[in-house]
């Protein structure tokens, strides 16, 4: 690899259980946010990331507030969303969000760009989710022009064009970090290297090397549209611990409790222990397990896809906060040198 591979952690804000078993209040939360990016820090990750959403069982709908937060108690880890759902956003404040964000960080901020796998944000800021598919392909057009940090000019369907414009602040490198996250269309992954952007994957089930044909779709299309390589990320979910056992008994009954209600919404059949067991298995999606296990298939999973960096979102729903803290040092201080002694291997 070029670079030296990288692992990131996520959360959604997941309203979690306080130590009497009841949900903790919102700002709670986000406070021990703020806390659990601080290990991640302490613990020597490479990313911290929060995501975007819009109801009851997560509290961050604002990340770059929460980012800045944190921003101001780090010095190293790079910080981002997790995702930013740009097509019920402007582009042009995202942009000025996250520029503001890269500033006060001293160049840690970068941007994931994707449409959520939630729609609630839609109705809430005024968008019709019959225009679903142009929303994104125009904003994410013109952040792409954002990126370039010159006079832009613009026009579309979605918003109020724009005549030269220059944005402020500008980033001192001149080039915000951004990611296009992709959820498993091929559309979404061409339209990603025809604007020449990094490449994130959403794994959120199954075999995670079933995205290989992606992957290389990406890197082909980037060839035809005549960009040199970009990265490709990943992000899954997953629990560390000191034995696979643990980490399955820790995580299971909250992972069951969010599937259930997730279902209950999509039409899902109930959560099942054997298919739960099964994802975090050596062919699963899932990364929960002993530091050993969990190594053994980031590599797996790197290598099988090309990958540059793995975020692991380490939230699950209700799942407490001190064994959130725990994942995160066992991931920082036993599971990524493992990663990189293999991956040098």
Do not use: C
């Amino acid at each position: 690899m070029d670079q030296q591979f990288e692992i990131g952690v996520e959360t959604f804000g997941d309203v979690t259980e306080g130590d009497d078993g009841r949900l903790l209040p919102h700002a709670q939360v986000l406070r021990n946010v703020v806390a659990e990016a601080r290990a991640a820090e302490a613990a020597g990750l490479d990313f911290f990331g929060v995501g975007e959403h819009h109801r009851d069982d997560y509290a961050v709908s604002a990340p770059e507030v929460v980012l800045g937060a944190i921003a101001a108690q780090t010095d190293r880890i790079r910080l981002g969303s997790a995702v930013t759902v740009l097509s019920s956003d402007d582009p042009v404040r995202v942009f000025e969000r996250f520029a503001t964000l890269d500033a006060l960080s001293n160049g840690r901020a970068e941007v994931i760009l994707g449409r959520g796998s939630f729609i609630e944000s839609f109705p809430l800021f005024g968008y019709d989710l019959q225009d679903y598919e142009v929303l994104f392909e125009e904003k994410l057009a013109l952040f792409a022009e954002l990126l370039k940090e010159k006079p832009v000019t613009w026009s579309g369907s979605t918003r109020s064009g724009l005549s030269g414009q220059v944005l402020y602040p500008p980033t001192e490198s001149g080039r915000l970090g951004a990611w296009v996250g992709v959820g498993g269309s091929p559309e979404s992954v061409v339209r990603a290297a025809r604007h020449g952007l990094p490449l994130f994957l959403a794994i959120i089930g199954g075999n995670p090397l079933a995205f290989e044909p992606l992957t290389r779709l990406y890197q082909r299309s980037l060839e035809d549209f005549g960009h040199g390589p970009r990265r490709i990320g990943a992000h899954t979910h997953g629990l560390v611990a000191d034995t696979d056992d643990e980490a399955l008994e820790i995580l299971w009954p909250h992972y069951r409790r969010t599937m259930d209600r997730l279902g209950a919404e999509r039409g899902w059949p109930p959560a099942s222990r054997t298919r739960f067991q099964a994802s975090a298995g050596p062919d699963g999606s899932l990364l929960a397990g002993s530091p050993e296990t969990v190594a053994r298939k980031i590599v797996k999973v790197s290598r099988g896809l090309g990958l540059s960096r793995l975020d692991i979102k380490y939230s699950a729903g209700t799942l407490p906060h001190a064994p959130m803290v725990r994942s995160i040092e066992l991931l920082g201080s036993k599971v990524k040198p493992l990663v990189l002694d293999m991956l040098a291997g």
